[in-house]
Nanobody
Framework: VQLQASGGGLVQAGDSLRLSCAASGDSFSPYLVGWFRQAPGKEREFVAAITWGSHNRYFADSVKGRFTISRDDAKNTVFLQMSSLEPEDTAVYYC????????????????WGQGTQVTVSS
């Protein structure tokens, strides 16, 4: 499966932004899809994940209550809705997919999109 992330941009603190992850080459429905982010000089970190069928959602503590994740398998797309954005959310955001159960480490995801830049100004 090939992934394409989009929707990033430059926003102000407190604003909202929605990222999309579109899949091609295979049906998205059996995959667990995760979002990760990487700020300059930092390691890639887990942000959120959604299981197949939207049965379960997982979030990093730093984004709980501010970010939501959803999927539209008919459109082969997963969304990351980000609200109350903070300068600390500035990073390149990546979507990734795996066929197995939930896992929060980037090394467990074999399929990756190219990343989309999110910049939050104070």
């Amino acid at each position: 499966v090939q992934l394409q992330a989009s929707g990033g941009g430059l926003v102000q603190a407190g604003d909202s932004l929605r990222l999309s992850c579109a899949a091609s080459g295979d049906s998205f429905s059996p995959y667990l899809v995760g979002w990760f982010r990487q700020a300059p000089g930092k390691e890639r970190e887990f942000v959120a994940a959604i299981t197949w069928g939207s049965h379960n959602r997982y979030f990093a503590d730093s984004v709980k209550g501010r970010f939501t994740i959803s999927r539209d398998d008919a459109k082969n797309t997963v969304f990351l809705q980000m609200s109350s954005l903070e300068p600390e959310d500035t990073a390149v955001y990546y979507c990734a997919a795996r066929l197995n159960k939930y896992y929060s480490r980037a090394s467990g995801y074999p399929y990756w999109g190219q990343g989309t830049q999110v910049t939050v100004s104070s």
